[in-house]
């Protein structure tokens, strides 16, 4: 079964747009907001859309696309400004895809660097020349972009009790966590103070934020451990502790024993 992309790109709008599937989609149509605001009537709902808003339209579906000027309270507008990655694709592996489960024609995710990097890779590959090795290439990352897009909206899904901005700064530590980085940026990234987003994410997943990339730290410290010859210090370096002395203390709180004597033990058992 193939996945075969037909066209992908980005588009920002800067002035007024409209765009008209009246008699019905005849392919496959992903969109995913990055910026700015736009309105959309897919099969007679009119839906207002976000950055972070994904849009999923199948075959047949009716769709309108309107980018236009956004009124404030005070009656003044807002100048145009609307920004998204899209694609349309088609194939017997889409099909099956979208037959896996109910699928929402708009629902919002969290956009985070990943997902982005490789819906840019697959219009990057688009771009090229036409042949054998990148039709390849892209009906596989088409299949991936869609597993992706899986993931994120089963995360984000209200069914989870867990508010969107929870979800978006579990999402921002799960990127950084590697990195040194301060609470400060992931209440930012769900526009929260500091205190609420706190409270928050405490009471949504029962930990610190702290705590959960410590969480994140330490596996990734494991399979380096495990899986490659880094050695403590650079492993250290790589996962976030800033230094060999911290990552020892913390390893051995969690574990009880020394890094060291950990990864022994792990090589005598592969």
Known sequence: MSATLLTCGYSFHSERFTMHHKNGSPH???????????????????????????ILIKPGDTYTLLVEEQPLPDGQL????????YLYGEGEWLESW???SERASVSRIVLDEKLVSLWQQLLLENM??????????????????CLYLDRAVTETAPKQGKPFAAVR???????????????????????????RAVHLFK???????????LELRLAAAVERMTYTSMTLDQIAQTCGFGG???????????????????????????
């Open 28 to 54: 496959y149509l992903f969109r995913l907001q990055t910026e700015g605001v736009c309105q959309v009537c897919i099969n007679g709902r009119w839906a207002h859309i976000e950055a972070g808003h994904l």
């Open 203 to 213: 009471e949504c997943f029962g930990k610190t934020m702290m705590e959960y990339a």
């Open 98 to 100: 979208w037959r896996r």
């Open 128 to 145: 090229r020349t036409a042949g054998g090795e990148t039709a390849e290439l892209t009906d596989y990352l088409l299949r991936a972009l």
């Open 78 to 85: 807002v100048p145009v400004a609307s920004g998204d990655y």
């Open 169 to 195: 700064m579990k999402r921002f530590i799960e990127e950084h966590a590697t990195r040194s980085f301060k609470v400060e940026e992931a209440a930012e990234q769900a526009g929260l103070s500091v205190s």
């Open 244 to 270: 060999y002395s911290y990552f020892h203390r913390v390893f051995r709180e969690t574990y009880g024993v020394a890094p060291g004597r950990y990864r022994g033990l792990q090589k005598k058992s592969l």
